[in-house]
């Protein structure tokens, strides 16, 4: 495992924050970040972050970031033909942080399998409580960035990843805590895979179908 160089599909948020962390403690050497953003390049696809904070995230943990502009229907496209760049230079794995939905871990794993990309899965099938504690208890910091409207109101937009959040989403009885289903997103701004902390504002949100956005930016 030590003489893996390996990327991390990110997304900016904890989970894989998480799954970064805890491949670098097993002596994998992580060379870069892939993301991908929406097809004008402003925001990332899943969380709607902004382009520009995730390279300033990248700069703050000192990895270079890779972002490739697509629509859903070329994601997978776009990913492979990255892959397999970056194998080309050198990169033999790929470090995701799926947690427990199958079709995800069938997709990544048919990807890796297609460019001859060794996949990990470093959170795979844990205990999301014990997950969330580890993020916190190893020093991470992280703020909600989007929310699905289904599951949560506006109010937890913005809302610091720590115990009383743990321990409200478990009041609510329907939400998976670590947001699997997409509940919830989350904006990673300092922890142990960080040179230096980011100090992020925030402002109004967007509404997008059913999901709220914040604007969050460097301060």
Not at 108 to 131: D, F, Q, S, Y
């Amino acid at each position: 495992m030590a003489l893996l160089k390996a990327f991390v599909s990110w997304s900016g948020g904890k989970d894989s924050s998480l799954a970064f962390y805890r491949a670098r403690m097993k002596g994998i050497h992580i060379i870069c970040l892939i993301n991908m953003l929406s097809e004008d390049g402003n925001y990332s696809r899943s969380h709607g972050i902004s382009s520009e904070l995730l390279k300033i995230q990248a700069e703050a943990i000192g990895v270079p970031i890779i972002q490739k502009k697509t629509t859903w229907e070329s994601y997978e496209e776009e990913f492979k033909k990255t892959l397999l760049w970056l194998k080309k230079e050198g990169v033999h794995a790929g470090v995701f942080g799926d947690i427990d939905i199958q079709e995800h871990k069938d997709w990544v794993e048919k990807i890796c399998m297609e460019t001859g990309i060794k996949a990990i899965l470093p959170l795979w099938n844990e205990e999301k409580e014990i997950l969330l504690g580890e993020f916190i208890n190893s020093g991470f910091k992280a703020i909600v960035c989007s929310i699905n409207s289904f599951f949560l109101g506006s109010e937890w937009l913005g809302r610091e990843v720590d115990f009383d959040f743990i321990k409200d989403l478990k009041v609510l009885g329907n939400i998976d805590l670590c947001g699997e289903k997409g509940e919830y997103h989350t904006f990673v701004y300092d922890g142990p895979i960080f040179k230096f902390p980011i100090r992020v504002c925030t402002g109004k949100w967007i509404q997008k179908d059913k999901n709220l956005f914040l604007e969050i930016w460097k301060c």
